[in-house]
Antibody, heavy 124, light 108 residues
Framework: EVQLLESGGGLVQPGGSLRLSCAAS????????MSWVRQAPGKGLEWVAS????????NYADSVKGRFTISRDNSKNTLYLQMNSLRAEDTAVYYC?????????????????WGQGTMVTVSS | SYVLTQPPSVSVAPGQTARITCGGN??????VHWYQHKPGQAPVLVVH???DRPSGIPERFSGSNSGNTATLTITRVEAGDEADYYC???????????FGGGTKLTVL
């Protein structure tokens, strides 16, 4: 079955760190760029970061650049998001998402598969 | 940074046609994608590359894009179409992916 399964969310204090994981199955993981998208409570979708399939090029939203790191292990079919210096405004459901088509340039990206999301709460 | 503007809400009676707009500067030269998002569920891609439908998406869903406005059209609206809808593009100038603010579709 084609699916994405996030894990690693939870409650963390401001300034703390958390690492999210996204386990992929049912498709050739290394052929697809992957992304993290979040939704704060009562707010809309917000792109966080993207990573290409094989050469590992990355892009980040300005709100997380320098604090978050997206990475992947193609041997484990797993996507990661290392989140440091967390702030209250990072509180959100974090989704991992798969590009619709393999090996496409970022300007063509759309997401045809999403995980169910993992909740991250930053609070003291 | 590139901004996509959507109406906060759209209401339509069952069986009628809903049109959700997404405004952006010269958006017509970009590829626009649309997502349906229901509470507690993962978002679903309903239209990609302006007007293409992924497999499994009903023909009732269609898209267009020209000038400064992209539009998602849902014909013969059903109660199950009630959801938040988001447009999305990639902004080449900033190398950022951008979502619109979302539109809540209410089926009366």
């Amino acid at each position: 079955e084609v699916q994405l399964l996030e894990s690693g969310g939870g409650l963390v204090q401001p300034g703390g760190s958390l690492r999210l994981s996204c386990a992929a199955s049912g498709f050739t993981f290394s052929s697809y760029a992957m992304s993290w998208v979040r939704q704060a409570p009562g707010k809309g979708l917000e792109w966080v970061a993207s990573i290409s399939g094989s050469y590992y090029g990355t892009n980040y939203a300005d709100s997380v650049k320098g604090r978050f790191t997206i990475s992947r292990d193609n041997s484990k079919n797993t996507l990661y998001l290392q989140m440091n210096s967390l702030r209250a405004e990072d509180t959100a459901v974090y989704y991992c998402a798969k590009d619709h088509f393999p090996n496409v340039a970022p300007r063509y990206v759309s997401f045809n598969l999403w995980g169910q999301g993992t909740m991250v709460t930053v609070s003291s | 940074s590139y901004v996509l503007t959507q109406p906060p809400s759209v209401s339509v009676a069952p069986g009628q046609t809903a049109r959700i707009t997404c405004g952006g500067n010269n958006i017509g030269v970009k590829r626009v994608h649309w997502y349906q998002h229901k509470p507690g569920q993962a978002p679903v891609l309903v239209v990609h590359d302006d007007s293409d439908r992924p497999s499994g998406i009903p023909e009732r869903f269609s898209g267009s894009n020209s000038g400064n406005t992209a539009t998602l059209t849902i014909t013969r609206v059903e109660a199950g179409d009630e959801a938040d809808y988001y447009c999305q593009v990639w902004d080449i100038s900033s190398d950022h992916l951008v979502f619109g603010g979302g539109t809540k579709l209410t089926v009366l």
